[in-house]
């Protein structure tokens, strides 16, 4: 299909919410932690709400999590059209149970952390349009460190040239055949896979990098709450 063709056609967002986050602890939901005056969800939420390019939104979470996003999507009157859908096992059962949920129109989709609130709209936009070019693209930060590789845990095996090396983010966007014809190749092998690109791996399938130039933090552990704060209080002073 041809880029022109293609723009004609709406543009989904995939929020996914339906992990546990046990790297923060015993009995705390990371998504609804306050942060900035606000869960952490309803920050990511809210990015893709005033996103300009995302047409609408379709919520993966926990069954027994429906109603607490419903008195979110009330309490900050969200404005675009969301569905919320049960998710899976694993991350990638639930971003196919999202798929499934899309809008028959929608050509290109964006699936985002829920636990990764500081995403910026130029971001969005870069992937969006990266997708409609290759059909895959995917939020990405060159490695800076030296990356040391060890077996143990303890020893260091070896160094890896981190030239060639991206820590890659959400969101990561695709046009829609694509990043189906990818993750039911997966489901066909029965394989896990970590993120989304991972599955257009299989198939061959080209993924762009786009730079994210401004911080895009993801809310995993404890010490990672005070960084995001700091990150969406500066971009609130800027914006």
Known sequence: MRIADEKKRMVSAIIVAAGKGTRMGAGVDKLFLSVNGMPVVAHTWKKFDAAQCVDEIVLVIREDRKDAFRDLAREQAFRKPFRLVAGGNERQDSVWYGLQALDGKS?????????????????????????????????????????????????????????????????????????????????????????????????????????????????????DVGYVEMVLRNAGRKG
């Open 107 to 223: 050509g290109i989709v964006a699936i985002q952390d829920a636990a990764r609130p500081c995403t910026d709209s130029g971001l969005i936009e870069a992937t969006v349009e990266a997708a409609r070019r290759m059909g895959a693209a995917v939020a990405a930060q060159a490695i800076t460190d030296t990356i040391k590789e060890s077996r143990d845990g303890r020893l260091i095996e070896r160094t890896l040239d981190r030239s060639r090396l991206w820590a890659v983010q959400t969101p990561q966007t695709f046009r829609i055949d694509v990043i189906r014809r990818a993750l039911a190749e997966v489901r066909n092998r029965g394989l896990v896979v970590t993120d989304d690109t991972a599955a257009c791996e299989l198939i061959g399938q080209p993924v762009e990098l786009v730079v994210s130039n401004a911080p895009n933090p993801k809310v995993t552990r404890p010490e």
